[in-house]
């Protein structure tokens, strides 16, 4: 194994009423909230995705399956725990990660730092290395009615124990 691997997420869930927005591991305040058989944290869904895309190590759907009763109601910072012993075990380190939240309604800038430092304690991080954006749509699309929240995600990982510059 050798050299660093890029992995890319995404996610998307619509909002809906009676249930609690959480967003990075973080509860938001709003009226709505994600639809999932989980928590529908689709910020935490991406990511995952991401690291395991780059462990070649498949998707969300194949490690928690929306099938499986156990992952009713699951809070998702315990599928990105998971993700990320899943990446050690194959001999990965996260070197960093990016996420991008889409969302036209509620703002989600004070709440950007509680995400990444969530993220960062999940993948053992300094906070330095996670990276959460805000971003709207301007009125465009499904997110920007409001009707839901997406996610992309982006994460470098390199193999533990080598310096995958000179690999």
């Known amino acids: 194994m050798s050299g660093y691997r890029i992995g890319s997420g995404f996610d998307a869930h619509r909002l809906v009423a009676g249930r609690p927005l959480v967003l990075g591991g973080v509860s938001v305040v709003h009226d709505k909230g994600l639809e999932g058989h989980s928590d529908g944290d689709c910020l935490i869904h991406a990511l995952c995705d991401a690291l395991l895309g780059a462990a070649a190590a498949g998707d969300m759907g194949r490690h928690f399956p929306s099938s499986e009763p156990r992952w009713k109601g699951a809070p998702s910072v ?3 725990q998971e993700v990320a012993r899943i990446v050690a075990e194959r001999g990965f380190v996260v070197e960093n990660v990016d996420v991008t939240v889409i969302a036209q309604a509620p703002t989600l800038t004070p709440y950007v730092e ?6 960062a304690r999940c993948l053992g991080l300094d ?3 996670v990276s959460v954006k805000a971003k709207t749509t301007d009125g ?3 997110t920007g009615r409001g009707e839901g929240i ?3 995600a982006t994460a470098l990982l390199s193999p533990r124990g080598e310096d995958p ?3």
């Open 78 to 80: 315990t599928f990105l």
């Open 114 to 119: 509680g995400m990444r430092v969530k993220l």
């Open 127 to 129: 906070a330095e290395r």
């Open 140 to 142: 465009l699309g499904a």
């Open 150 to 152: 997406a996610a992309l």
């Open 165 to 167: 510059r000179t690999t």
